[in-house]
């Protein structure tokens, strides 16, 4: 073969795969005519990602081709393995995606950018990796890559992104209204970001969210749940592990965990803060100048409480049970644990 418009070309007729086509790009051997092979459940000829304000993304299997070749640094042409369809479902089979790579047998490199709409949506999920969230600048919206896979689609109102076996790092523009993670499995962390709220689920791994001005919306399964310097609505739930809440500044926050929960709280005054652990312990550390109904309950353990918070009605004190007001009441903090303790603490 003599040259790239001509490899270009048997591979926009479907004569050779993106496989034979970068082989012979890189100057390995010249690829033989082959049956047409369909790399993503799109006809590689046709758009393959919903148009954005600005203008599509990657479009035809020939730009996809180019993206790889200009973006791809460190692939090797002898390590690549067949194009299959992947065994991990597109997470939103609704809406049409475009494989960046697909099943190589190392992890690929890349970097990418897309400019956002302001309001948007970011849906992500990684299969098995570290997923990792900061806030970003303008309207665009950085991707960098090492994974095994890398699908991306687009339209006017979401950016979706699914990898897998790798890390997936975002830089999240303030233009983004919410965003939906997910880690299967793996660690989750989110930083210095904004948005109107933030869904995320982690699977056998750990959650850390610090310094949000979100609402926060966690699932973890298998790991624990950190959260530092939350601003906004905070409804947490840990199986099998723990929940660790410090300097937050939030009037609504509800945490269920099959392990233990830790929480620090201010000065509050107005609110609704609840905690529920199965099989755990609580602890509650709370400013001395909280307003606030307090009240706790425990079917199997006990209720340890220093004489040292400014009640102003105490109005039941036992081993298992204590209701009482600070200050007057004002906000309501109520924790409830079963097969554990809670601890109360002024600071």
Same mark, same amino acid.
């Given at each position: 073969?003599?040259?790239?418009?001509?490899?270009?070309?048997?591979?926009?007729?479907?004569?050779?795969?993106?496989?034979?086509?970068?082989?012979?790009?890189?100057?390995?051997?010249?690829?033989?005519?082959?049956?047409?092979?369909?790399?993503?459940?799109?006809?590689?000829?046709?758009?393959?990602?919903?148009?954005?304000?600005?203008?599509?993304?990657?479009?035809?299997?020939?730009?996809?081709?180019?993206?790889?070749?200009?973006?791809?640094?460190?692939?090797?042409?002898?390590?690549?393995?067949?194009?299959?369809?992947?065994?991990?479902?597109?997470?939103?089979?609704?809406?049409?995606?475009?494989?960046?790579?697909?099943?190589?047998?190392?992890?690929?490199?890349?970097?990418?950018?897309?400019?956002?709409?302001?309001?948007?949506?970011?849906?992500?999920?990684?299969?098995?990796?570290?997923?990792?969230?900061?806030?970003?600048?303008?309207?665009?919206?950085?991707?960098?890559?090492?994974?095994?896979?890398?699908?991306?689609?687009?339209?006017?109102?979401?950016?979706?992104?699914?990898?897998?076996?790798?890390?997936?790092?975002?830089?999240?523009?303030?233009?983004?209204?919410?965003?939906?993670?997910?880690?299967?499995?793996?660690?989750?962390?989110?930083?210095?970001?904004?948005?109107?709220?933030?869904?995320?689920?982690?699977?056998?791994?750990?959650?850390?969210?610090?310094?949000?001005?979100?609402?926060?919306?966690?699932?973890?399964?298998?790991?624990?749940?950190?959260?530092?310097?939350?601003?906004?609505?905070?409804?947490?739930?840990?199986? =099998?592990?723990?929940?660790?809440?410090?300097?937050?500044?939030?009037?609504? !926050? &509800? +945490? #269920? %965990?099959? @392990? /233990?929960?830790?929480?620090?709280?201010?000065?509050v005054s107005q609110g609704d803060f609840r905690?529920?652990?199965?099989?755990?312990?609580i602890e509650l550390f709370i400013a001395r100048?909280?307003?606030?109904?307090?009240?706790?309950?425990?079917?199997?353990?006990?209720?340890?409480?220093?004489?040292?918070?400014?009640?102003?009605?105490?109005?039941?004190?036992?081993? =298992?049970?204590?209701?009482?007001?600070?200050?007057?009441?004002?906000?309501? !903090? &109520? +924790? #409830? %644990?079963? @097969? /554990?303790?809670?601890?109360?603490?002024?600071?």
């Amino acid at each position: 073969m003599d040259n790239r418009s001509e490899i270009l070309d048997r591979l926009d007729r479907g004569e050779i795969s993106a496989q034979a086509a970068l082989r012979a790009l890189s100057g390995a051997a010249e690829p033989e005519a082959e049956a047409p092979r369909l790399p993503s459940p799109t006809d590689p000829s046709a758009p393959a990602v919903l148009t954005a304000p600005e203008g599509p993304a990657v479009l035809t299997r020939r730009e996809r081709l180019l993206a790889l070749t200009e973006r791809v640094r460190d692939w090797d042409p002898r390590h690549m393995v067949t194009l299959t369809p992947s065994p991990r479902a597109w997470p939103w089979p609704d809406q049409p995606y475009q494989w960046f790579w697909q099943d190589f047998d190392h992890p690929v490199h890349v970097d990418h950018t897309l400019d956002l709409a302001d309001g948007c949506g970011l849906f992500a999920v990684l299969y098995e990796g570290d997923l990792t969230l900061t806030g970003g600048e303008g309207r665009a919206l950085k991707i960098g890559a090492a994974a095994f896979d890398l699908r991306i689609g687009r339209d006017a109102s979401a950016a979706r992104i699914a990898g897998a076996t790798g890390a997936l790092d975002l830089s999240v523009p303030d233009t983004v209204s919410r965003i939906d993670a997910k880690v299967l499995p793996g660690d989750l962390s989110i930083r210095d970001l904004r948005a109107q709220k933030v869904c995320v689920e982690c699977e056998s791994g750990d959650l850390r969210c610090e310094g949000l001005r979100a609402g926060v919306e966690a699932q973890v399964r298998g790991g624990d749940a950190n959260l530092f310097g939350i601003e906004g609505e905070i409804a947490v739930t840990a199986a =099998q592990g723990n929940i660790r809440c410090r300097e937050i500044r939030s009037t609504q !926050v &509800h +945490l #269920v %965990a099959h @392990g /233990g929960i830790s929480l620090s709280l201010g000065a509050v005054s107005q609110g609704d803060f609840r905690c529920e652990t199965r099989g755990g312990d609580i602890e509650l550390f709370i400013a001395r100048d909280s307003a606030c109904a307090l009240s706790a309950e425990v079917s199997d353990g006990g209720v340890i409480c220093p004489a040292g918070l400014p009640w102003t009605d105490l109005s039941e004190r036992s081993g =298992q049970t204590l209701k009482g007001t600070l200050r007057g009441g004002g906000a309501s !903090v &109520h +924790l #409830v %644990a079963s @097969g /554990g303790r809670v601890y109360i603490a002024g600071r």
